[in-house]
Nanobody
Framework: VQIVESGGGSVQAGDSLTLSCAVS????????IAWFRQVPGREREGVAC????????YIGDSVKGRATISSDNPRNTVYLQLASLGPDDTAVYYC????????????????????WGDGTQVTVSS
């Protein structure tokens, strides 16, 4: 199984960004695919999650109203769009796959994650 994140970079406050999560070696519809983020010295935070089989989504409180998660199942890719970025959004963003595909469980307790990507850095300058 491979999970590869891309799309990170350095942006200005107020900008938008789309992160991609390319998954291979598993059947996307069997998993919940989630985005987490982590700042050094702080706990990892669940950002958003989707169940590609039914396209059900769950958005974390810290990005609610600013984040959209979607999946392109034929491409085995999940996207995270973040708008109105601020310095507090600076973090390494990780993509993860877990089953059973229950997003509320995935985002509130990441110890059940089956597979992790290596992460992509997002830096927001004020």
């Amino acid at each position: 199984v491979q999970i590869v994140e891309s799309g990170g970079g350095s942006v200005q406050a107020g900008d938008s960004l789309t992160l991609s999560c390319a998954v291979s070696g598993l059947t996307l519809e069997d998993y919940a695919i989630a985005w987490f983020r982590q700042v050094p010295g702080r706990e990892r935070e669940g950002v958003a999650c989707i169940t590609p089989k039914r396209h059900r989504t769950y958005i974390g409180d810290s990005v609610k109203g600013r984040a959209t998660i979607s999946s392109d199942n034929p491409r085995n890719t999940v996207y995270l769009q973040l708008a109105s970025l601020g310095p507090d959004d600076t973090a390494v963003y990780y993509c993860a796959a877990e089953r059973p595909a229950v997003c509320v469980v995935v985002l509130t307790a990441d110890d059940g994650v089956n597979y992790w990507g290596d992460g992509t850095q997002v830096t927001v300058s004020s």
